[in-house]
């Protein structure tokens, strides 16, 4: 071999390490989740349901979750196995991850989770996802069985509020809480479970307005804590925050 062939070689050899390097760096990059998707309803899922997972970044309260992955598991049996694959250098220290998972039936949401599942917290996974009922092929489209959306608020312990003041609160299927108190906006999370809900302390900006607004803003926020029950009243768009005994702490409209 002259010194010509050597250095051609020794290019060639070089070229194939880099590109067994930059290929192993891309199969460590992707990482894999797997688990379960199920519901307690005994009912059959329609033919063309479709199971959905996807990976959050839900690390800001006031902005939509960030879609970092996801995949789809069509004509699935319940319990539904899902694996997901991702890219392990979109997770970054000190920020929230969560896995959301739904059931539709070509448009129409069938099931979602209303508990937040969260990933890379330090301990196990949580990837055994139970989904509750929305909607049904049997089940009249008066109100959808969840919390979810964007509410303003009516009455408080069955007074009505002031017009002139609007308080607001917003959850998100993946349980996350934001609105406006009165004066203040304010953003938190929410666990559910069925008709069971609970807020977490709520952090809020700390403007001063007139004395009605901050004394409406402060009790929405006090019935928030006390909130144990959520119920969707029959025949109307109307969301009532209840106490630990059932009475009604608020209402609140849909917009």
Same mark, same amino acid.
């Given at each position: 071999?002259?010194?010509?062939?050597?250095?051609?070689?020794?290019?060639?050899?070089?070229?194939?390490? %880099?590109?067994?390097?930059?290929?192993?760096?891309?199969?460590?990059?992707?990482?894999?989740?797997?688990?379960?998707?199920?519901?307690?309803?005994?009912?059959?899922?329609?033919?063309?349901?479709?199971?959905?997972?996807?990976?959050?970044?839900?690390?800001?309260?006031?902005?939509?979750?960030?879609?970092?992955?996801?995949?789809?598991?069509?004509?699935?049996? &319940?319990?539904?196995?899902?694996?997901?694959?991702?890219?392990?250098? #979109?997770?970054?220290?000190?920020?929230?991850?969560?896995?959301?998972?739904?059931?539709?039936?070509?448009?129409?949401? %069938?099931?979602?989770?209303? #508990?937040?599942?969260?990933?890379?917290?330090? /301990?196990?996974?949580?990837?055994?996802?139970?989904?509750?009922?929305?909607?049904?092929?049997?089940?009249?489209?008066?109100?959808?069985?969840?919390?979810?959306?964007?509410?303003?608020?009516?009455?408080?312990?069955?007074?009505?509020?002031?017009?002139?003041?609007?308080?607001?609160?917003? &959850?998100?299927?993946?349980?996350?809480?934001?609105?406006? /108190?009165?004066?203040?906006?304010?953003?938190?999370?929410?666990?559910? @479970?069925?008709?069971? &809900?609970?807020?977490?302390?709520?952090?809020?900006?700390?403007?001063?307005?007139?004395?009605?607004?901050?004394?409406? @803003?402060?009790?929405?926020?006090?019935?928030?804590?006390?909130?144990?029950?959520? @119920?969707?009243?029959?025949?109307?768009?109307?969301?009532?925050?209840?106490?630990?005994?059932?009475?009604?702490?608020?209402?609140?409209?849909?917009?």
């Amino acid at each position: 071999m002259d010194f010509a062939d050597f250095a051609v070689s020794r290019r060639a050899l070089a070229a194939f390490l %880099l590109a067994a390097l930059s290929t192993r760096s891309a199969l460590a990059a992707q990482r894999v989740l797997r688990g379960t998707v199920a519901y307690r309803e005994r009912m059959a899922l329609p033919p063309g349901a479709v199971v959905e997972v996807k990976l959050l970044d839900v690390s800001l309260a006031d902005t939509p979750a960030r879609v970092l992955a996801e995949t789809r598991v069509s004509g699935p049996r &319940i319990p539904a196995r899902w694996m997901l694959r991702f890219d392990s250098g #979109q997770i970054e220290p000190g920020r929230s991850y969560a896995l959301q998972a739904r059931i539709l039936d070509g448009e129409q949401l %069938l099931f979602i989770n209303t #508990q937040k599942h969260a990933v890379f917290a330090g /301990g196990r996974d949580d990837t055994a996802i139970w989904v509750q009922r929305v909607a049904g092929q049997d089940q009249p489209a008066v109100a959808q069985a969840v919390p979810f959306g964007r509410w303003r608020l009516v009455s408080m312990s069955g007074a009505e509020v002031a017009a002139s003041i609007t308080t607001t609160l917003e &959850i998100a299927a993946d349980g996350k809480v934001s609105g406006r /108190g009165g004066c203040n906006s304010f953003a938190g999370s929410a666990t559910i @479970e069925g008709a069971t &809900i609970r807020f977490s302390r709520m952090a809020s900006t700390m403007m001063a307005c007139i004395d009605e607004a901050m004394d409406q @803003e402060r009790r929405f926020l006090d019935a928030l804590g006390k909130a144990r029950r959520w @119920e969707r009243q029959a025949g109307v768009e109307r969301l009532a925050l209840l106490d630990d005994e059932g009475r009604a702490l608020t209402v609140l409209a849909a917009e």
